[in-house]
């Protein structure tokens, strides 16, 4: 054969899914490795046509599209590992419902509470004891308590023995140890703060933005301004963390709030930015509606079409770049937990975006009355009526028991994207990932069709959204700010 008749040989393509981005295709594969070809390399590539002399080879090759060897592919399974790391480490999520009384009624309440006066509906120290000794049979190193509610806050006792028998416990199990608490604060007072941050107890509110959006959204039943009261307790909390942490070694992170997009805040994503940042946040967190709880009943007053929140969660990016480009960093935290996979390719654990979403594997909730369920939306769904989804109880189950039956393996089976034939070829599954409890509620089925519902469009939307920023050289260095400031 001669020279002119040498056959060429083009390197080998690996796996990979691609999405068209605007003009431009997206590639990504198992291990988290993503670029962006024009169309024209795009179909030089497809074709295997994809010779030495493009510059795009190296990179292909570097990212496991192209060449794949013995080496290649176990870098490649190691990326998959870090990207997935969460999966192999046991729960570390425990959540902890102290009460299920309320003293507000949110529109879009994930729970049907009780009010204030109930009886029954707070969780004894006999319970919460023994929630606590089963938290520490999981093999997982990290162990994160959320007390949930209802108001927390209204148990207030019960809280306060559980964060003292929990770092008793944990004097002897070594683990690395945090708790949380989730509260409107309508019910903080300076002795509860106090020993909230002498205990290092992470603190999170529901903050809605302006008065206007904020108290109509969170009803307080006592017919108080609630947007006053929380600013004044927010104020309070901020300025009492940011006094210990100034003479403490061991510094308490801010005050975290957490945003619930209603149809009543659609119009105003601009203003709601402005007035976190006037309380002094530093981030804010784009939440779609839940399915579950007060928010299914009210959803005809509050509700709105996935393409409606896509355009506010567009919106909302839109004008945090935009500060972020002043100087100011400002964090939106749905895309913070994205970039950490899709930049970073780490797991930030964020049971949303994970597969299986680690219902009773990652996460497992504590109702007051001591039944366990697979996760905060398992017992969210038991208040509905649906209690298909409860593991056991602390005062008869074994942490085995937990883990090995039913309920677990179904919800990991249906949660696990590989499951889900849509899903299977989505360039965005090795970041994505999907709710079973949502899907059940809202479709009757843990096996819906995924591309038909509301949070997969949204989720494609908002990956779609990132990686087109991303083409901006000034918005990527924005994102990779954010990774090393929150690493």
């Not at 083009?10 to 988290?32: A, C, H, S």
């Not at 003292?164 to 300076?190: C, G, H, P, Q």
Request: hydrophobic share 35%; glycine share 6%.
């Amino acid at each position: 054969m001669t020279k002119k008749m040498q056959k060429i040989v083009f390197p080998k393509v690996g796996n990979f899914r691609f999405r068209k981005v605007k003009n431009d295709i997206l590639m990504t594969n198992d291990g988290g490795n993503w670029t962006m070809l024009d169309q024209k390399d795009f179909a030089l590539f497809v074709a295997g046509k994809m010779d030495k002399s493009n510059p795009l080879q190296a990179e292909l090759v570097a990212k496991g599209f192209l060449n794949l060897d013995k080496k290649e592919v176990t870098k490649l399974a190691g990326q998959y590992l870090a990207l997935n790391r969460s999966l192999f480490e046991g729960p570390s999520l425990f959540i902890i419902v102290l009460t299920v009384r309320c003293n507000h009624r949110c529109l879009y309440c994930q729970v049907i509470p009780e009010k204030t006066n109930q009886k029954g509906f707070d969780m004894d120290k006999e319970t919460a004891r023994k929630s606590v000794d089963l938290i520490f049979k999981t093999p997982s190193k990290f162990i994160r308590i959320e007390f949930q509610g209802g108001e927390p806050l209204l148990n207030w006792s019960v809280l306060k023995y559980v964060v003292k028998y929990a770092k008793e416990v944990n004097a002897t199990r070594r683990k690395n140890l945090k708790i949380s608490l989730v509260s409107n604060l309508t019910e903080m007072d300076d002795k509860k703060l106090k020993f909230l941050l002498d205990n290092h107890v992470d603190i999170s509110c529901s903050f809605d933005g302006p008065a206007a959006v904020h108290n109509r959204n969170r009803i307080y039943l006592d017919g108080k301004n609630g947007h006053q009261i929380v600013s004044e307790r927010i104020k309070k909390v901020q300025k009492t963390i940011r006094i210990n942490n100034e003479s403490s070694k061991k510094k308490v992170d801010q005050l975290n709030a957490v945003l619930t997009v209603s149809r009543f805040s659609l119009s105003q994503p601009l203003l709601i930015i402005d007035e976190y940042i006037k309380k002094g946040f530093d981030t804010i967190f784009v939440r779609p509606l839940s399915p579950f709880g007060l928010s299914r009943v009210t959803l005809k007053t509050i509700g709105y079409t996935a393409e409606e929140f896509i355009s506010y969660y567009k919106k909302s990016l839109d004008y945090i770049l935009k500060i972020n480009l002043t100087g100011k960093t400002f964090i939106e935290r749905a895309t913070f937990y994205a970039l950490k996979k899709i930049i970073a390719g780490d797991d930030p654990n964020y049971f949303e975006m994970r597969s299986p979403c680690g219902a009773g594997i990652g996460q497992m909730a504590f109702d007051y009355d001591g039944k366990i369920y697979t996760c905060d939306e398992g017992r969210m769904a038991a208040r509905m009526g649906h209690v298909n989804f409860q593991l056991g109880d602390v005062k008869t189950s074994s942490y085995n028991e937990l883990i090995d039956n039913g309920v677990t393996k179904t919800m990991c089976l249906s949660s696990c994207l590989d499951n889900h034939v849509s899903c299977q070829d989505c360039a965005y599954k090795p970041y994505c990932g999907v709710c079973p409890l949502a899907n059940f509620i809202e479709h009757g089925t843990i096996f819906p069709q995924l591309p038909n519902t509301d949070r997969c469009k949204i989720n494609k939307a908002m990956f779609d959204y990132i990686f087109l920023k991303m083409q901006n050289k000034k918005y990527k260095q924005i994102f990779e700010k954010w990774l090393e400031i929150k690493a």
